[in-house]
């Protein structure tokens, strides 16, 4: 029986594709958005009315590099002044002196910033971008210094997951209360690059012990998140915490959408804000729909005791390896097809022996992609 449509929680909204960064992992879709394709800030401005109207009680403002809007200040003081909590996920380079103050002054609540690496050479190497790490130190002192309370992303993958424990000095050292160590998810750029990104599983093993010994040693001190790998994984995570459950995001051109990669699903239609209201598209939306609560579930899901814990785990990774976003998440270990992924996580140790290091398709407006080798 269909469960009533509760009221979003939470929300990401994509300011522009716009980044100086050019990581290989990056969440956002292949085909990026330009400048002239965003919002402007009233609309953005009503569309963060609609979204509190609506229930939201927490704004992730993301890009690409939301600090690249001019309008952001702005934007920030739209949602404090309605009592959302707005937390910037920044990749802190480039920020202009004295914006950071101006956010706080704005009404910011947290600031989020990532580290391609815990070494200023990794994360030069992995951004694409020679100085990057000088100017996130930086970022991060200034964001303390104007009172933020501060959160060090860790996204992780082969070429970095050695450097776990000095990405926990660093977020001490910069007096972050958290940090997030999060193992790339294979969507967007990541899907494209994963035979180059993927760590083997004694470096997995090895992670999620220094996780779990740290987290015991800092408790009370500095919380650590951790996001684990799906591809080593028994059970798939509950992707955005269920479909069109808790949260949606909005793309820099004002398509409202499930997750990061729902764009992938070829047989749904997403609308655009302004096309209807924002309460019409996530209560009515055919998309938003299409896979809310568990009726859409087949077998092994259907009759599965962790189908409201899981919610059938990740539609995208369904559609981008089983090619059926109806499909259990193969990441589950009742998938039909879960072998598969143990072959892909192989045949990307392979590669990784045959390449080397070097073979990115680093993420910027036409890049040639070539696909990572299987589906
Ligand atoms: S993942 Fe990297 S390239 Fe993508 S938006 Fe963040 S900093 Fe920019
Ligand atoms: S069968 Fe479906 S509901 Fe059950 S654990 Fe696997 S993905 Fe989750």
Not at 234 to 242: A, L, R, T
Not at 255 to 284: K, N, Y
Not at 287 to 306: H, K
Request: proline share 6%; charged share 25%.
């Amino acid at each position: 029986m269909s469960e009533p449509i509760l009221p979003p929680i939470g929300m990401l909204a994509e300011l522009t594709h716009r980044c100086p960064l050019q990581c290989p992992y990056c969440s956002n879709p292949l085909e990026l958005l330009k400048a002239n394709r965003e919002l402007d800030t009233q609309t953005w401005l009503d569309l963060f009315s609609q979204a509190a109207d609506l229930g939201v009680l927490q704004v992730h403002l993301s890009g690409g590099e939301p600090t690249l809007r001019r309008d952001l200040e702005q934007l920030i003081a739209g949602l404090s002044a309605r009592g959302v909590y707005t937390n910037l996920i920044t990749a802190g380079v480039g920020i202009a002196e004295g914006r950071i103050e101006a956010f706080a002054e704005a009404g910011l609540d947290h600031l989020q910033l990532s580290f391609q690496g815990a070494r200023p050479a990794t994360t030069d190497r992995i951004g694409n971008h020679q100085g990057s790490h000088e100017k996130k130190l930086e970022t991060a002192r200034r964001a303390r210094a104007a009172g933020l309370p501060l959160t060090i992303n860790a996204p992780v993958h082969r070429h970095n997951i050695q450097e776990v424990p000095e990405y926990i000095d660093l977020a001490l050292s910069l007096g972050a209360e958290r940090i997030e160590i999060a193992n790339v998810q294979y969507a967007g750029w990541a899907l494209t690059n994963r035979d180059r990104l993927m760590p083997d599983l004694a470096a997995v093993n090895r992670q999620a012990d220094i996780v779990a010994a740290a987290r015991e040693r800092l408790a009370g001190i500095m919380d650590i998140d951790f996001v684990t790998p799906d591809y080593f994984a028994i059970y798939p995570k509950p992707c955005m915490g269920g479909w069109a459950r808790d949260a949606f995001m909005v793309a820099p051109d004002g398509i409202v959408l499930p997750c990061h990669a729902a764009q992938t699903i070829p047989s749904l239609r997403f609308e655009r804000f302004g096309e209807r209201r924002l309460a019409e598209i996530w209560t009515d939306s055919p998309a938003f729909n299409a896979f809310r609560g568990t009726d859409w579930m087949q077998e092994p899901c259907r009759s599965c005791e962790r189908r409201e814990v899981d919610w059938g785990g990740c539609r995208c990774q369904a559609m981008a390896i089983a090619g059926d976003a109806a499909a259990t998440d193969p990441a589950c270990v009742k998938s039909p097809i879960h072998k598969y992924m143990a072959i892909l996580t192989d045949a990307a140790q392979e590669e990784a022996a045959s390449e080397g290091n070097e073979s990115f398709i680093f993420r910027r407006i036409g890049a040639t992609i070539r696909p990572s080798t299987r589906a």
